[in-house]
Structure formats: structure tokens, C-alpha cells
């Protein structure tokens, strides 16, 4: 339960952080007068902010859970993958909450038209999708490598 509260709280913060630096980002590229300015580019922010956040919440969450020891690094113990495991599978479970509630509150009824997460349906899932994809890549980087398949 401690893993899941302590995943949960970086969790939040990053996003919450990456939220406002999507917005400032949406916002100037809204406003500076870019040649080829499309209707992607809000995608490709909040896919590129939300990657950072997912790699900055597992190890954040990874740090603060692993605790301090003489061992180092949490990402270089043993039991590493276990731990990043738990925070990739803990952060979907909050993801899949947040994007419940933000169904129920804003995406279900007239819903407004922008750019910004959470108001956008798309953007958001875009945003939570590229957040618990990179907690994976990192989670897969950890795993150890299996003698078989590293003779091919």
C-alpha cells in the first residue's frame, strides 16, 4: 500500500508540473507565427511532456520507495524490476482512474474544444498514453536480459 501512496503522490506532481509546462508550450506555439504550424503540434507536446513525466515519476517514486542504503542507485538493485514494475502497474491503475473522472466530469457532456489537458479528451490520453508508455520502456530497460536471447 505504501508503494501504490508514495507512486501515486509523485505521480500527481509530475503531472501536475508537465501540465503546466504543456500549457505555456501550447500557448507559445499558439501565438509565435511558426511556417507549418498544424493541428499536430499539440499532440506532439503532450506526447513529448508526458514521455518526460513518466520517466521522471518512476524514478522519482523508484528513489523515494527503494529508500536510501549503501547499495546506490534503486535502478541498479536486484529487485529493481519488481519495484519498477509495481510503480508502471500502480500508475496505470491511477491513470485509468483519472481519465474515469475526468470522463464523468468534463469528456461526457458538451465537451470544450482546446488543446489543453484535461480539457481535451484527446490530448489527455495522449498525454496519460505516452506517460505510463515511457514508466514501461523504463520498466523493460530494467529487466535483465535472458541468456538465450542475448546469444542471437
Given at each position: 500500500m505504501a508503494t501504490f501512496l508514495k507512486t501515486a503522490l509523485v505521480l500527481a506532481i509530475?503531472?501536475?508540473?508537465?501540465?503546466?509546462?504543456?500549457?505555456i508550450l501550447c500557448i507559445l506555439f499558439g501565438i509565435l507565427p511558426l511556417r507549418g504550424n498544424?493541428?499536430?503540434?499539440?499532440?506532439?507536446?503532450w506526447f513529448i511532456v508526458g514521455g518526460f513525466s513518466g520517466f521522471i515519476a518512476i524514478t522519482g517514486?523508484?528513489?523515494?520507495?527503494a529508500g536510501d542504503d549503501e547499495q546506490g542507485e534503486w535502478s541498479a538493485r536486484p529487485d529493481a524490476p519488481r519495484l519498477?514494475?509495481?510503480i508502471a502497474l500502480s500508475s496505470a491503475v491511477v491513470l485509468a482512474a483519472i481519465s474515469t473522472l475526468f470522463y464523468f466530469l468534463?469528456?461526457?457532456?458538451?465537451?470544450?474544444?482546446?488543446?489543453?489537458?484535461?480539457?481535451s479528451m484527446p490530448h489527455t490520453l495522449t498525454f496519460f498514453g505516452a506517460t505510463i508508455a515511457a514508466m514501461l520502456v523504463a520498466w523493460a530497460a530494467l529487466r535483465p536480459e535472458r541468456r538465450g536471447d542475448a546469444a542471437r
Open positions: 509530475c503531472l501536475i508540473l508537465a501540465d503546466l509546462i504543456g500549457v498544424s493541428a499536430l503540434l499539440p499532440y506532439a507536446v517514486a523508484g528513489g523515494w520507495i519498477a514494475g509495481a468534463i469528456w461526457r457532456g458538451a465537451g470544450r474544444v482546446g488543446f489543453f489537458v484535461p480539457d
